[in-house]
């Protein structure tokens, strides 16, 4: 392998291919990167078995050649070098790189002992925008299930419908839904890992559109000169479609920031001893908010709009407010149907996103 | 104790106080603030029994009142709070506090048995600018000794001489002076605790002056309507001046850029099996840097100033790299004698601070 690289357009084609680089992995040959240098283009690949990517970039090739380089020392590497041009040479496993008045030798590894890369298979192409997709990811994933013992619970539930797409994650807790209005003219469902959600919105500019393959074991997402594949899990997803009622006893509406702060002051006195403990109290134009632990107590109250019934419900804070920050419109809708029935938030005007928490059922 | 008080004002001073207060203290009143409304005025009070503060701020005092409430509760009550005036009235040790609508009752402790602060005494009193403060702190704590067995070496050095002070850190393995132009009139030197400056620069701004009393224990820093207090260490400390020449055999400019990057690209080789060794090569007119482990080697050149000797020395690059980071000047000197003896860097046109590293002795 002899090639000439721009130095800049490496290291950032390095950052996107390290997002499939595991911290901890037992097999050496996965901390490396597999370097490809063909027809004037150098094509980077990494994996972690759940993650890969493949990027390429422009470079000239003066001679053909594929190894595979440690991820962190070349990344360092090439990062903290200084001048436009890079020059690698490759020879007997040693990699031989210039720059400016730096000059690196490398052992590498040969590239056929790194793993294939899985197949795209064209079963199912839809387009997203990244947009939407960061939006999805920001949405659902921070509410995936942590429990590994339960592994389809720590991915999102991609619901392919004719007309539209739910994406959805829930813990046992609360659940999140981000639906996506699209003419798929099909109906299938897949779980995608979030990990792999997180680490793709990573890599990706807001202003570009992203294809979707789907097959039967894989996800692949691909954008200008880079391909991005998940693994999926397998296994049967919640059937969330029965929590979600049209009709509640209370529909009313709060300011966003008022809410979200009300509650957030009501949790500092229940965050240790009392598990985030707070008791809501919604009455016919406001709603207070309790909450007491040895050293004290608190009592918030939060202005809404006018409604008929009243209701007492208590919840884990914790779990109301990681669905209300990520919310964007100034007004929210509260959804209360009885103090054992899940609260249902969304956002005023935009029915595309729905967050429902359970409460907390008092003894007595 | 019943008071009006402003929220952003009482916000801002409990974060002075806070820096006094130990995450890990094992004395439950420790964790606590000491709140004294007197006089139209609030006094803040808080100790670890290295450091203490003492701040003071503007209040409506309505019924004058002593208490001690926990510092972490009541700064994130008080940070969460929105509207611009808080109400507190203490009561049977239960401090009500009102804001907008919200209201929390916390339990208090009683003031009297919170520890007395040091007492300030007037044996030494100086003035430094907060701007020089914290060019001293920057330039010297991160060269002090980790290790509490030998405590004196944790703190900064303050060698007061009639018409300058030296601040000095070290390690054993580097050593940092840093000199303030300054008629004292006096001769005399303390040891103060490199976590307390730290903390101290913490809650200054640049453009105030700090005033310094110095007595047999304590030092004391007086700014605004604050008051920082520190124990100081006691013991010997190093005889530093001994290693201070001003005849050196190599005194060459580099680039104070090029120079730190090249070392920096040098150490990603030696970081982990080869506890950052890099080996120099010093020549008439530039320096060869190398290193290697068992993956590689890289080679590095910086251009210096023409200079006749020439010299082979090895270093920790790690000690190197944290005294050049902190340098401002854009070419530094660097000032070698033989492969055993420390280089010494400087500022190029400023000999105000002088960092000195002794060199690796390498075997054969």
């Known amino acids: 392998m002899l090639i000439k690289v721009n130095r800049k357009e490496l290291t950032k084609h390095i950052s996107i291919v390290q997002k499939a680089i595991s911290q901890r992995t037992t ?6 990167i597999k370097i490809t240098a063909k027809d004037n283009t150098l094509i980077l690949a990494a994996t972690d078995t759940e993650i890969s990517i493949k990027t390429k970039l422009n470079a000239i090739v003066e001679r053909e050649g594929e190894i595979v380089i440690n991820s ?27 720059c400016g008045d730096s000059i690196f030798n490398i052992s590498t590894q040969k590239a056929d002992e790194y793993p294939d890369l899985p ?3 064209d079963d199912i192409k839809l387009d997203i925008s990244a947009k939407d997709l960061k939006n999805i990811v920001k949405k659902t994933t921070f509410a995936v299930s942590n429990d590994e013992s339960r592994i389809v619970f ?13 994406f959805v994650a829930l813990d046992g807790f609360r659940l999140a839904i981000q639906k996506l209005e699209k003419e798929t003219g099909i109906e299938n469902s897949i779980i ?22 789907i097959s039967k074991n894989n996800i692949v997402f691909k954008f200008d000169n880079t391909i991005f594949y998940s693994t999926l899990l397998s296994g049967e997803f919640f059937s969330y479609s029965a929590l979600l009622r049209d009709e509640h006893k209370i529909s009313t509406i709060v300011s966003k920031r008022e809410f979200q702060f009300a509650v957030e002051r009501a949790s500092l006195l ?32 939060v202005k809404t709009s006018e409604h008929e019934e009243i209701l007492d419900i208590a919840f884990n804070s914790r779990y109301i407010l990681d669905g209300v ?6 007004d929210i809708v509260l959804n209360f149907t009885d103090s054992v029935n899940p609260l249902i938030i969304t956002e005023k005007g935009d029915d595309s996103y729905i967050y429902l928490v359970l409460p907390v059922r008092l003894a007595g």
Do not use: C
Request: net charge negative; glycine share 4%; aromatic share 6%.
């Open 27 to 32: 097999m050496q040959i996965l901390e490396g």
């Open 72 to 98: 962190r020392l070349f990344g360092d590497i090439v990062r903290k070098l200084e001048n436009d041009i890079i020059n690698i040479n490759v020879e007997n496993y040693t990699m031989n790189l210039k």
């Open 119 to 121: 197949k795209v298979e």
């Open 154 to 166: 720590t991915g999102v539930f991609m619901d392919i419908k004719k007309n539209f797409i739910n």
């Open 192 to 213: 995608i890992p979030s990990r792999s959600l997180n680490e793709f919105v990573k890599i990706i500019d807001n202003d570009i559109d992203v294809t979707l393959n």
């Open 270 to 301: 229940a965050r240790e001893d009392r598990a985030n403990l707070i008791k809501l109290n919604v009455l016919e134009n406001h709603i207070n908010i309790k909450s007491n632990s040895e050293i004290g107590d608190v009592f918030e109250k």
């Open 325 to 330: 920050k990520i919310l964007e419109s100034e």
